[in-house]
């Protein structure tokens, strides 16, 4: 399973960017889907998941900022980020998480998105 996620780059605090997750096998309907993150210096953190039937979580610090959204025709999952802030600098992995698993099980390659003041 290779999890390929996109759409990180360097953007002015206030700004916004979108992420993308294309899986290559694995069905994405049927498993729950993440983003972490993880700063230098920090540990790796939970940013948001939504599972096979659509329920979203997120990470206080995100949330009303941030959306998760999956195309399961598609096996990609995204993360719009929108009101980013310098602290939201971290590299961005996205996850699958198979049916009763209670932590991911695939993880994609990071994605660095860096936030200016």
């Known amino acids: 399973v290779q999890l390929q996620a996109s759409g990180g780059g360097l953007v002015q605090a206030g700004g916004s960017l979108r992420l993308s997750c294309a899986a290559s096998?694995?069905?994405?309907?049927?498993?729950?889907l993440g983003w972490y993150r993880q700063a230098p210096g920090k540990e790796r953190e939970l940013v948001a998941e939504i599972t096979s039937g659509g329920t979203t979580t997120y990470a206080g610090s995100v949330k009303g900022r941030f959306t998760i959204a999956k195309d399961n025709a598609k096996n990609t999952v995204y993360l719009e980020m929108n009101s980013l802030k310098p602290e939201d600098t971290a590299v961005y992995y996205c996850?699958?998480?198979?049916?009763?698993?209670?932590?991911?099980?695939?993880w994609g390659r990071g994605t660095q998105v860096t936030v200016s003041s």
């Open positions: 096998e694995i069905i994405f309907s049927i498993n729950t």
């Open positions: 996850t699958v998480a198979l049916p009763g698993s209670g932590f991911p099980d695939y």
